[in-house]
């Protein structure tokens, strides 16, 4: 299929995606400016330090997602080491340098944005990419296992690159160090919350759904009625997270800007880089736009919890934590596009399975 048939395929919503996501940004930043006393509202309740609006968004937006993951196919995912080790060594280790690299580069004179964006580098992602993932029509399976990877990586490591990256990295580089306190229960509640929950949910309804039903009913029926959730579920996330923190984003345009050079700069690099790598060690189109949106994306909420922890709701580290989403959806929307137009660069896919339709 190639780049042009796959966009021509996407139902209304799916083409029309930017202007929604535009949309939900600006009608956040609104209400946040206008409507009095809405963030205090909205942040009232948390999950895990994540106000619980925006936790019920991300378990809305996944669920749908993951729920047409076959998971009958994750072995022949298991089984590919170039994506496996491709992904860890691009999320573990060259991610979280080139965020390193960026932040020192654009922002010497910025310490509490520089470490904010540090933080975002660590976080790698396991909720928005899912999506970024299904509408490029990426490998599901795939992207499965690697948010999966990424997850256990997650509660593992990343204390651990927190010390690294803003103590010893600084420590042997004659720069200044700054401590990060975070626990590995931390980290691993918020991935069982923001990935477990909906992990659990979509595999027990295509379970059950295939063993009332059948295959054919659960994939032709089923799915095409709950799938649009998952975008609803992201415009309602945008429009609440942008409404927590509009306040921040509008009063202070030219630190926004600051910030968002580096990030521009990661999302290019990391996407393009590991897109490009995919197509050089042999994978398909599936599975070098998984690989590649799976290294440009990042866990946002971890790390603005992470930060606000740490540092203080109105600390610059949460601040640069709140503008990763800013840049990132709108780059990875648009990187989306960019990736089914290049399917037109791989050949027709090899022995691993062919993609349903969306």
């Given amino acids: 299929m190639t780049g ?7 139902s209304t919503l799916d083409r029309l995606l930017p202007v929604w996501i535009g949309a939900a940004m600006a009608l956040g930043l609104l209400a946040g400016r206008w409507i009095p006393g809405l963030g205090p509202a909205l942040d009232a309740v948390q999950v895990d330090g994540i106000s619980l609006p925006i936790a019920l968004g991300l378990l809305v937006m996944m669920y749908p997602v993951l729920a047409k993951v076959r998971y009958d196919r994750l072995g022949t995912v298991t089984g590919d ?7 860890l060594l691009i999320n573990w280790v060259l991610g979280p340098a080139v965020m390193f690299a960026l932040a020192w580069v654009f922002l010497p004179d910025l310490p509490e944005y520089r470490t904010g964006l540090i933080i975002v580098g ?19 399976e795939a992207a499965a296992v690697l948010v999966a990877l990424n997850s256990i990586f997650q509660v593992i490591a990343f204390a651990g690159l927190g010390w690294f990256y803003l103590s010893v990295l600084p420590g042997w580089l ?25 992990l659990v949910a979509g595999y027990l309804t295509r379970k059950l759904g295939e063993r009332a039903r059948g295959r054919e009913w659960y994939e032709s029926r089923f799915l095409p009625k709950v799938g649009p959730i998952a975008l609803y579920g992201l415009l309602f996330t945008i429009v609440v997270l942008f409404a927590l923190q509009g306040d921040q984003i509008t009063s202070r345009p030219v630190d926004v800007a600051r910030i968002a050079v580096p990030l521009l700069a990661y999302f290019a690099i990391t996407w393009a880089g590991s897109f490009a790598l995919g197509k050089a060690i042999g994978l398909n ?6 690989l590649s949106f799976t290294a440009a994306g990042n ?42 137009a290049a399917r037109r660069w791989f050949t027709a896919p090899d022995a691993e399975p062919a993609k349903t339709a969306s």
């Fill in 299 to 340: 866990n946002f909420e971890l790390a603005i919890a992470v930060a606000i922890a740490t540092f203080g709701v109105t600390s610059g580290q949460a601040l640069a934590g709140v503008v990763g989403p800013l840049i990132e959806v709108p780059v990875l929307v648009a990187l989306v596009y960019v990736s089914l």
């Fill in 81 to 87: 080491r170039r994506l496996l080790i491709s992904s």
């Fill in 4 to 10: 042009d048939t796959a966009m021509a395929r996407l």
């Fill in 174 to 198: 004659g720069l200044p160090q700054i401590g990060l306190d975070v626990s590995a229960w931390q980290i691993a509640k918020s991935v069982l919350i923001f990935l477990g929950i909906p």
């Fill in 122 to 140: 660590l976080a790698r992602c396991i909720a928005m990419v899912v999506i970024w993932n299904d509408l490029a029509c990426g490998d599901r």
């Fill in 285 to 290: 189109y599936e599975r070098s736009v998984t």
